[in-house]
């Protein structure tokens, strides 16, 4: 097989596997043996085949597409990292086995208030930026396939969260955003830099650093 063919079939099997979890293929695996054997084996699965994407990208020839941006990445990467750390320090209720955070009153705090997916859009970020910056064909099906599943993983994650979780998730998604800084532009919500604090976002900018 082509060694970008060989990607981009890695690539939609990726993504395959993390659109299951939208589809009552979901209900029926959990039912079958449990949630927390599903949910390892659908992050063994995940591993696998970001494993596998990995190596077919190392293999597809390097055939650009546009002048690299390598300059990119410097300018975009800190906004990704800080999104991340904030993401992964926060209790946040889209989080597997958090949504007993919106039971608290201001569920929307933090880095929840710039937006309700700081992770996605650290992945977002990060695979656009590696994306434009190394310009080719093979790093548009990598990159691209990461940024497409981020993108439309914020929009399947909304609608299965509203299905589960009914009047809780609702009242949470009236007061965020997905887009960065849209529930604050529209009054919805408003930045409070106190509940963010500083340690988060030097905690992500010293990642970025070190890598």
């Not at 904030?86 to 889209?94: D, H, Q, V």
């Not at 949504?99 to 700081?118: C, D, Q, S, W, Y």
């Not at 960065?180 to 963010?196: Q, S, T």
């Not at 340690?199 to 890598?211: D, Y």
């Amino acid at each position: 097989m082509d060694n970008t063919l060989h990607l981009l079939l890695a690539t939609v099997v990726f993504l395959g596997i993390h659109v299951l979890p939208s589809t009552p293929l979901r209900a029926l695996a959990v039912r079958l043996i449990g949630e927390r054997p599903y949910l390892g084996l659908f992050s063994l699965m995940s591993a696998a085949g970001l494993v596998w994407m990995s190596v077919a990208y190392g293999r597809a020839p390097m055939e650009a597409l546009w002048p690299a941006q390598h300059f990119l990445p410097v300018f975009v990467l800190p906004f990704a990292f800080v999104l991340l750390a904030c993401g992964l320090l926060e209790r946040n209720p889209t989080a597997v086995g958090q949504a007993g955070a919106l039971k608290h009153p201001e569920a929307a705090r933090g880095i929840l208030r710039v937006t309700r997916h700081p992770l996605m859009w650290a992945i977002m970020l990060w695979a656009g930026a590696h994306m434009l910056a190394v310009g080719s064909l093979r790093s548009v099906v990598f990159f691209g396939g990461l940024l497409l599943l981020a993108a439309a993983g914020t929009t399947l994650q909304d609608a299965r969260k509203a299905l589960a979780l009914g009047g809780d998730w609702k009242r949470f998604a009236a007061a965020t955003s997905n887009i960065p800084f849209a529930a604050i532009a529209r009054g919805r919500n408003k930045l409070v830099w106190r509940e963010i604090g500083w340690w988060q976002p030097a905690a992500g900018l010293a990642l970025f650093a070190l890598l």
